[in-house]
């Protein structure tokens, strides 16, 4: 547990930032009105190298039209694989075993059609109940895809408290009926971190492939699946890694898998030789680009050049090291300064179990997020009583976060919070 002496007074935050390596990456970004973006979980922010490599592409298509495919500076052809190569470090994986592509869903629905295969009673597939709705969604339909009932074939390990995982007891559901397994490597609640290497190893002892949703994790806790012998995963690009808006997701698959055809196959899965071919008889690529199904989204994917940039340089641990003094000082203070307001600390404390986000609860949170939008502190609510507030190392400084608690006590204090519905927005 990371552990330092904690002062509640501005000086202390200002010298934090002041000895802050990461500071001069705060400049990199744009901000909402000037206001403390503590939403970088749900959405990341704009960097002006991902906005410049975006036009850059869009120059790319003016300029050369369907040349674009395999000329300039970044070809379209070979897009999806280059930034497969330079997000491979982010999730501890060889160059050939990630694949920028498709959506969280859609990538999900390919490894589950690739890897879920059951046989000689083994049917079930062992998930969450905690997990974010999406990746039940999917399973639920690959089960009855295959004529399996989700009722008797999805086994959800239970919550005691409805916050966090008990790893004792997702052990204890790796059942010899089970097949496949899918977790989330962080919870997108509380921010609880699974022992991912610990899991793996237990599936594997008991002949079980696993595989885990990142996407609450890629870009701010560091990943060695490949070393963990993790047989999969797939995550989102547009929380801690900066993608934008709907950007494309991506996937791993590691290489011990690979010859084993996409269950889901499309022309983009192809070997790149061999793709314009145009035979009715798909030769997949020998790495994760064979679970690509369609013509790759070129701008959805543009941003992550300039955003994968400024990772190489600040480095995956040097960014998970400032996310956990960040949210260890906003702990703190929240400790210290808000000890009446009924605020609860629900995310792990232990540093080991603690992903990018804090989560709190409060019976009027969804009043207090409203209240802190208006103080141009942007927050993320979660139906019915939770507030996440996520300290993002590459853009927050420690003032935002002691400004944040300075503010939040101000309108718990007095009250500011009841002038507004108890009610989420439409998008939370």
């Given at each position: 547990?990371?552990?330092?002496?904690?002062?509640?007074n501005?000086?202390?935050?200002?010298?934090?930032?002041?000895?802050?390596?990461?500071?001069?990456?705060?400049?990199?970004?744009?901000?909402?009105?000037?206001?403390?973006?503590?939403?970088?979980?749900?959405?990341?922010l704009?960097?002006?190298r991902a906005?410049?490599?975006?036009?850059?592409m869009?120059?790319?298509?003016?300029?050369?039209?369907?040349?674009?495919?395999?000329?300039?500076?970044?070809?379209?052809?070979?897009?999806?694989?280059?930034?497969?190569?330079?997000?491979a470090?982010?999730?501890?994986?060889?160059?050939?075993?990630?694949i920028?592509?498709?959506s969280?869903?859609?990538?999900?629905?390919?490894?589950?059609?690739?890897?879920?295969?059951?046989?000689h009673?083994?049917t079930?597939?062992?998930?969450?109940?905690?997990?974010f709705?999406?990746?039940?969604?999917?399973?639920?339909?690959?089960?009855?895809?295959?004529?399996?009932?989700?009722?008797?074939?999805?086994?959800?390990?239970?919550?005691?408290?409805?916050?966090?995982?008990?790893?004792?007891?997702?052990?204890?559901?790796?059942?010899?009926?089970?097949?496949?397994?899918?977790?989330?490597?962080?919870l997108?609640?509380?921010?609880?971190?699974?022992?991912m290497?610990?899991?793996?190893?237990?599936?594997h002892?008991?002949?079980?492939?696993?595989?885990?949703?990142?996407?609450?994790?890629?870009?701010?806790?560091?990943h060695?699946?490949?070393?963990?012998?993790?047989?999969?995963a797939?995550?989102?690009?547009?929380?801690?890694?900066n993608?934008?808006?709907?950007?494309s997701a991506?996937?791993?698959?590691?290489?011990?898998?690979?010859?084993?055809?996409?269950?889901l196959?499309?022309?983009?899965?192809?070997?790149?030789?061999k793709?314009?071919?145009?035979?009715?008889?798909?030769?997949?690529?020998?790495?994760?680009?064979?679970?690509?199904?369609?013509?790759p989204?070129?701008?959805s994917?543009?941003?992550?050049?300039?955003?994968?940039?400024?990772?190489?340089?600040?480095?995956?641990?040097?960014?998970?090291?400032?996310?956990?003094?960040?949210?260890?000082?906003?702990?703190?203070?929240?400790?210290?300064?808000?000890?009446?307001s009924g605020?609860?600390?629900?995310?792990?404390?232990?540093?080991?179990?603690?992903?990018?986000?804090?989560?709190?609860?409060?019976?009027?949170a969804a009043?207090?997020?409203?209240?802190?939008?208006?103080?141009h502190?942007?927050?993320?609510?979660?139906?019915?009583?939770?507030?996440?507030?996520?300290?993002?190392a590459?853009?927050?400084?420690?003032?935002?976060?002691?400004?944040?608690?300075?503010i939040?006590?101000?309108?718990?204090?007095?009250?500011?919070?009841k002038?507004?519905p108890?009610?989420?927005?439409?998008?939370?």
């Amino acid at each position: 547990m990371y552990s330092e002496p904690i002062d509640v007074n501005k000086e202390y935050a200002l010298l934090m930032d002041e000895q802050d390596p990461l500071a001069h990456f705060r400049s990199e970004f744009y901000f909402i009105e000037e206001g403390i973006y503590l939403d970088g979980n749900s959405l990341g922010l704009l960097s002006k190298r991902a906005e410049q490599s975006l036009l850059k592409m869009l120059e790319s298509w003016k300029a050369l039209g369907i040349d674009g495919w395999t000329k300039g500076e970044n070809p379209w052809f070979y897009l999806s694989e280059m930034l497969g190569e330079r997000m491979a470090p982010l999730a501890g994986a060889a160059k050939e075993e990630v694949i920028v592509t498709g959506s969280t869903t859609s990538n999900l629905h390919q490894l589950l059609a690739t890897f879920y295969r059951p046989d000689h009673g083994r049917t079930k597939i062992l998930a969450d109940e905690l997990t974010f709705p999406t990746d039940i969604y999917a399973i639920k339909s690959q089960l009855r895809y295959k004529g399996y009932s989700p009722d008797e074939h999805l086994i959800q390990v239970k919550s005691t408290d409805g916050m966090t995982l008990n790893e004792e007891e997702i052990i204890a559901a790796m059942k010899e009926d089970v097949a496949l397994i899918i977790l989330p490597s962080v919870l997108y609640r509380s921010g609880q971190i699974l022992d991912m290497k610990r899991l793996t190893k237990e599936a594997h002892e008991r002949g079980i492939l696993i595989g885990f949703d990142l996407c609450h994790s890629i870009g701010s806790v560091p990943h060695e699946l490949s070393e963990w012998g993790t047989d999969f995963a797939f995550w989102c690009n547009y929380k801690h890694l900066n993608g934008g808006p709907g950007s494309s997701a991506a996937l791993y698959v590691n290489k011990r898998h690979f010859g084993t055809s996409p269950g889901l196959a499309g022309w983009f899965g192809s070997k790149k030789e061999k793709q314009f071919d145009m035979d009715h008889e798909l030769d997949h690529a020998e790495h994760a680009g064979a679970f690509q199904m369609g013509t790759p989204h070129i701008f959805s994917a543009a941003p992550l050049i300039g955003s994968l940039d400024i990772f190489a340089e600040a480095g995956i641990h040097a960014i998970r090291q400032k996310s956990l003094r960040l949210t260890r000082y906003m702990m703190e203070l929240i400790s210290a300064e808000l000890t009446d307001s009924g605020l609860i600390i629900r995310n792990p404390k232990d540093d080991l179990k603690r992903g990018g986000h804090l989560f709190l609860e409060h019976p009027e949170a969804a009043r207090i997020c409203k209240a802190l939008k208006d103080r141009h502190v942007i927050p993320d609510f979660r139906s019915p009583n939770g507030i996440r507030l996520a300290p993002v190392a590459l853009y927050n400084s420690f003032l935002d976060v002691w400004n944040t608690v300075q503010i939040l006590k101000d309108i718990m204090k007095n009250e500011e919070y009841k002038k507004y519905p108890n009610e989420r927005d439409v998008v939370a």
